[in-house]
């Protein structure tokens, strides 16, 4: 297929040009996964104080693109200053969580709470509006597979609150046996996990 016509390569300069806009560099890091500033093990991120998207080299084509259009949607929200990403990154919730997986203990059983809850808002408006990129740039993308995926993540938050506990270097949210139980599709309320798909997750914690 032509570069021109390849959605994935069009896709990939139409984030080059967007972020550049901005000041934002794109990084490419040599491994399928690296270590954030808090320590946790993670795929790419988007750095709103650095102005760094940054994103795994070492991935498959397919995690490539799915990581990609999810840190450009955080890219995205930022440009845009949407509710819920001031509601995180202009408050002390947004390193409160991360401080508090690091050990920190001078944080309230409720700060934890409400920490986690403004990062699951953050995350589903930025998984919405990541199917909106499938869509609009006809991504090869499966829209189930990534909702599943998706659900997984962010029914992880909850179990964060219980664990304190970080996805592993397996990044076990790509474990069949999560991904078969999520629901395809995205919802509208994470507050509470099922408890079959709470026992799965903190299985695969080690919990």
Known sequence: MSVHCDPVAKFNRFVITETEKHDVRVE?????IHVDEFGNVIGGEFDHANKKLAISAGLSEDEHIRLLAHEFSHFQQWQR????????????YDHLLWDWLAGEDDYSESAVQESIARYIDVELECERMALELIQQWSLPIDMKDYCREANACLYFYNIIGETRKWWGKDRAYNDPSILSIM????????????DNIRAAIRAELGE
């Open 28 to 32: 490419y890091i040599d491994e399928a």
């Open 81 to 92: 200053n949407t509710k819920a990403w001031r509601h995180i990154t202009d408050t002390e």
């Open 183 to 194: 629901p395809d599709e995205l919802l509208n309320d994470y507050s509470h996990t099922p």
